[in-house]
């Protein structure tokens, strides 16, 4: 790097401290400071693409987490009230784990939201499957059929109470509801949506983890100036 003597304007070596011609002492410009730019450029323009995820190593992280979370998310877990926070610790937890697999200097946000939304999806299908087949095992296998059935009657009309008293006049419309609901298929059709919907929400958290997850993991990597 060439620098010239603010003094005279002489041209002088990066290395000296002194200008020959007029003795002015110059600003050194040490190697390590170049060393330091350097392995900074490197950071910025690292070699492969941020953006995109080695999914091997990924559908590892995202399956190692996706069964607890599942189980902890489930109807049969006394956790299930915690299942956002479920979803979102395994979205973060997925994405330390597939860094510390690979060891990049970082990903982008969307890439670590990506790998969360995988990790979601995986839990989101272990929580469906086990909340559905211990519904099956109580009614058909355990014969705990006229529990569930009276309790979903109690949830009925617990539910048409409150909208007769948030104002719900149609007299007709609610009692035809009620009938709907009331009916075997009604009750399969509106536990079915439940457990999908509250799947398909703790997926965008699961999504919103690994972002998050990707945040932290570059915070923490960022190299030293």
Aim: hydrophobic share 50%.
């Amino acid at each position: 790097m060439e620098i010239t003597c603010t003094r005279c304007h002489q041209t002088i070596v990066a290395e000296n401290c002194y200008c020959p011609v007029c003795g002015l002492p110059q600003l050194v410009y040490p190697v390590e400071v170049a060393t330091g730019q350097a392995q900074q450029q490197r950071w910025d323009g690292m070699e492969g693409d941020a953006s995109s995820v080695d999914w091997k190593p990924a559908l590892r992280a995202a399956m190692l987490l996706a069964v607890p979370t599942g189980l902890l998310s489930s109807g049969v877990s006394p956790f299930v009230t915690l299942g956002l926070l479920w979803m979102t610790a395994a979205g973060v937890c997925a994405v330390m784990l597939y860094m510390r697999s690979q060891r990049p200097a970082w990903i982008t946000i969307g890439a670590g939201a990506r790998i969360g939304l995988v990790t979601g999806l995986l839990a989101g299908w272990v929580a469906f499957g086990v909340s559905g087949s211990a519904l099956f095992i109580q009614r058909f296998l355990l014969h705990q059929s006229s529990q569930i059935d009276a309790d979903w009657k109690t949830s009925v009309e617990t539910s048409q109470q409150l909208a007769a008293q948030m104002g719900f006049s149609d007299v007709a419309a609610m009692q035809a509801q009620k009938a709907l609901m009331l009916t075997p298929e009604g009750h399969a059709g509106f536990a079915t949506f439940s457990i999908i919907f509250n799947a398909a929400f703790l997926l965008l958290f699961a999504a919103a983890g690994g972002a998050l997850g990707a945040r932290l993991a570059g915070r923490t990597r960022q190299p030293e100036p």
